[in-house]
């Protein structure tokens, strides 16, 4: 027993040396060499895939493909709270879903600190596009296409004015969050939304890459490559950061590209 | 209140049906589902993480084939044995 703890203590003594004999080979860098060794900082980052409806408040049928609330509100969680994890990278396929949940789930990458970065591919329609615009760059890669229509009316219906109102609040809702994260005005994003003659049976637009980023939407059209290299300059950035209190990195806006750098 | 470009009906047919088949377990650390075969194994059929690295592990991989083993006297949990090991 006493031998076991012996030696324990021996392999714990030879592994202080190593590190004492490193330190003082860095020392003797900065002294002779005037060199400085960069430490190479891996960057750790997470993908949030998100395929098919949200899913909120009702379990959709099992023909759906679901990105769930709860799976991806928690894991938002633990990759902000993570200190290994440095930045989140946002894939979106999906044609929408749950109001409430998609709204919640761009909230909360919204107000992360982390930096975050969307790619759409496929498809980003109705209750994507808020969730493509809450990181701090998007991306759209140029055969994804984005659907902006209103929001549907379902279930009992009462034929009252207030009915309309009620609906037109629920609206506002989706497009005050969009035109707060991207360079789109809430005029211009409501027109969009509002336009007829794109789609055979519904009033609304289709937006194409390109087309998703001249109407200000989305930062950029690309892929993956452009993508990661972005949330890596972010990353950069973060951490280049003095004292414990990290500022989050600001949105990119299209307009204003210069006030991304003052806070 | 859904925001689809998928039609309501489309996303609410068949509601009643295939419920059951789909569970939710923790294989390796790892939230996955897995789809109940019509013999008594289970294929994974979808890796519920954020961390990119988890999808490259081969037990991992969706379509893996795993089997019940019940250790009744060993531990209250139920253990996963892989079928389709290459």
């Given at each position: 027993m006493d031998s076991k703890v012996y030696f324990a203590d021996r392999v714990v003594e030879k592994e202080k040396d190593k590190e004492k004999e490193s330190e003082n080979d860095k020392l003797n860098n900065i002294k002779e060499l005037g060199t400085v060794e960069i430490q190479d900082r891996g960057r750790n980052i997470h993908c949030l895939t998100v395929i098919g409806q949200i899913e909120g408040h009702m379990i959709l049928p099992p023909q759906n493909k679901t990105t769930k609330y709860e799976h991806v509100i928690p894991q938002l969680v633990a990759i902000e709270e993570d200190k290994n994890i440095d930045g989140l990278l946002l894939i979106l396929n999906t044609v929408g879903g749950d109001v409430e949940a998609g709204l919640a789930i761009a909230e909360m990458i919204a107000s992360m600190s982390k930096p975050t970065v969307s790619l759409i591919l496929g498809g980003g329609h109705s209750i994507g596009v808020p969730m493509a615009v809450s990181t701090n760059y998007s991306f759209i890669a140029p055969s994804a296409t984005m659907t902006i229509h209103p929001l549907r009316l379902n279930g009992m219906i009462i034929g009252v004015p207030q009915t309309y109102e009620y609906f037109d609040r629920m609206q506002e809702r989706v497009v005050d969050f969009v035109s707060k994260n991207s360079s789109i005005s809430k005029e211009g994003f409501r027109k969009l939304m509002l336009k007829t003659g794109e789609l055979a049976n519904d009033v609304g637009t289709v937006l194409f890459g390109q087309e998703a980023v001249d109407h200000g939407i989305i930062n950029e059209v690309g892929g993956l490559a452009s993508a990661l290299n972005k949330l890596y300059k972010f990353i950069d950035k973060y951490h280049g950061?003095?004292?414990?209190?990290k500022k989050a990195i600001r949105k990119s806006k299209k307009t204003q590209p210069e006030r991304s750098n003052k806070q | 209140m859904i925001y689809s470009v998928v039609p309501y009906e489309h996303i609410f047919?068949?509601?009643?049906?295939?419920?059951?088949l789909r569970m939710e377990v923790n294989l390796h650390g790892e939230q996955v589902v897995l789809l109940k075969n019509s013999d008594s194994t289970y294929t994974i059929e979808r890796l519920l993480s954020?961390?990119?690295?988890?999808?490259?592990k081969p037990e991992l991989l969706p379509g893996t084939l795993l089997m019940t083993v019940s250790s009744v006297k060993e531990a209250p949990g139920v253990t996963w044995e892989i079928l389709n090991k290459d």
């Open positions: 950061q003095k004292g414990t209190q | 047919y068949n509601a009643e049906e295939n419920a059951s954020t961390n990119p690295k988890s999808y490259l």
